[in-house]
């Protein structure tokens, strides 16, 4: 059953980072274009995420209840030692959504619209890019349970240049996935154009911020080159991931714009198999030479098969739902 769970942890932490990354990638494509076309712009973004929007945070509370329930050791030293990035995330998350739902829903149009709109932009740039931190100090050996210090067991845990790049990749990341799912929004040519623009954009600022990522660990002594190209299956995940960029570019071509978002999907999903898949149970690599796995630190066996029965049976009430529900949206805008 722990396997179970595991696959669950996995499957929800892939399906906030793909779908909640579109999310967050609106808000970031809206800010980071021209005055002139951010209207338009921001108009085709609200329709891409409109179905999901308040549905992706369900992905990131299953991913907290696993850890809480089936891993509580991982959970409690994930939250003391990164308390402070997760806490900046979650205030972005808050900050982002009311933002959101102010901008769009209030009844009455004046300059706190304004205010509305910057806290939604910089809440969308600045949430993944906590995210990213929080997900580079697992894999960084910079949580040290021996410091004994302030900075070094809370701030210098997390924040590094390592960090700080795969911060940044994770904000281009949702960019280019938000680019992607627009592009079956767009109304006309014109507006298809400028969201084709935005995604060529996107996906040079992800191969940047990726080469970034990759000096980075190589300055910090992080092997991360090692963990991705040093077995066949790094490079078949690194491999099909770069197939489905190419295909990407032949879809938009063609204007086959539904297997785009499939594609760009799978691209996610095969650069997180290629980054983890060479320490995986390991979830955290710490400074002291030690690691913490998910099998060593599990909870006990009742614990798991109870949660375990719960995600399965969740998933028949759940996931039925939420098809429909991106159903019903894409045949109102028929």
Known sequence: MIYIVIGFLWLSICLYIILGGADFGAGIVELFTNKKARHKTGKIMYESIAPVWEANHMWLIIAIVVLFVGFPKIYALMSTYLHIPLILMLVGIIARGTAFTFRHYDAVEDKWQILYTQIFYYASLLTPFFLGLIAAATVSFSINPDATGFLDLYIFSWLNWFGVS?????????????????????????????????????????????????????????????????????????????????????????????????????????????????????????????????????????????????????????????????????????
């Open 166 to 334: 795969v911060g940044l990749f994770t904000i281009a990341l949702c960019a280019y996935l938000a680019s992607v799912f627009s592009l079956r929004e767009t109304r006309d040519k014109a507006e298809l154009q400028l969201m084709i623009r935005k995604t060529k954009q996107m996906m040079l600022f992800v191969v940047i911020t990726g080469a970034l990522v990759f000096l980075t660990a190589y300055i910090s002594g992080i092997p991360l080159m090692m963990w991705v190209f040093s077995k066949p299956l790094g490079i078949v995940a690194i491999t099909l991931a770069t197939i489905a960029l190419g295909l990407i570019f032949y879809c938009i071509r063609e204007k086959k714009l539904i297997p785009v978002r499939v594609l760009a999907g799978f691209q996610i999903i095969m650069i997180l198999v290629a980054a983890t898949y060479q320490h995986n149970p390991n979830i955290i690599l710490l400074g002291n030479g030690n690691h913490i796995s998910l099998l060593e630190y599990a909870a006990p066996q009742k614990t798991l098969e109870a949660l375990g029965w719960a995600l399965m049976l969740g998933c028949v009430f759940i996931l039925p739902f939420l098809f429909y529900l991106m159903y019903s949206f894409s045949k109102m805008k028929k």
